[in-house]
């Protein structure tokens, strides 16, 4: 089943400074495959290559799970066991599978705790980064993984972020994902204050 394309367009609150171009939405047990409870970063990792696909920077299929654990054991990141598990991954190891398959550097910001999310740098630093690269963000904090595909202006009272979530299990249908939230405005309490974050900022490359 095809997957949606850029949901976040439909949604009724407009504004922020959001990802540039179009993505498709990954999350857990599309391709009649079951990772639920520890895939939430493999289909964030999917959303960002689909960008790159979308975009036009290359043609190479979505990587499956199988093959971004693949490409982690071959590049000495994980023991051969880590082939076929439901091991978590991470912001860096997001980084590494981008950089081994697409060529695509990425920036890693790393936070003690969730509250540093809506301080003027790190939120600066998100801004900054929709305006310039426009790629979609992973982040990853405590045992979850979304994916970040916009955030408030700078003049916003409040800081908000547009976010897509790689939780759902259920079918791609564009009304329940929005009205149940999956893909939608947050505020800064989404954020845990007792985990810490790192984010995955994947750059434009540098031949444009």
């Not at 299990?169 to 204050?193: C, M, N, P, Y």
Request: net charge negative.
């Amino acid at each position: 089943m095809t997957s949606l394309i850029s949901p976040h367009l439909s949604l009724k609150r407009k504004g922020g400074i959001l990802v540039n171009g179009h993505y498709e939405y990954k999350h857990y047990m599309q391709d009649d495959f079951n990772d639920d409870g520890w895939g939430c970063a493999y289909r964030s990792l999917q959303t960002i290559v689909s960008w790159f696909r979308l975009q036009g920077f290359t043609a190479r299929p979505i990587p499956s799970h199988k093959e971004i654990q693949e490409c982690l054991v071959s590049l000495g990141d994980k023991p051969a066991s880590f082939v076929g598990s439901k091991q978590w991954i991470g912001s860096t190891e997001v980084s590494f599978v981008l950089e081994a398959l697409l060529g695509v550097s990425s920036r890693i910001i790393s936070m003690s705790n969730g509250a540093e999310m809506s301080s003027s740098e790190k939120l600066g630093s998100l801004q900054h980064h929709f305006k310039t690269n426009g790629t979609p963000v992973m982040v990853g904090g405590g045992v979850y993984a979304h994916t970040i595909i916009g955030v408030s202006e700078e003049e916003s009272e409040e800081p908000a972020f547009l976010i897509l979530d790689p939780h759902w299990t259920g079918a791609d249908e564009l009304k329940t994902i929005e009205k149940k939230g999956w893909v939608g405005w947050k505020d800064k309490k989404f954020w845990s204050t007792t985990d810490f974050y790192n984010l995955c900022l994947p750059l434009l490359p540098s031949s444009i």
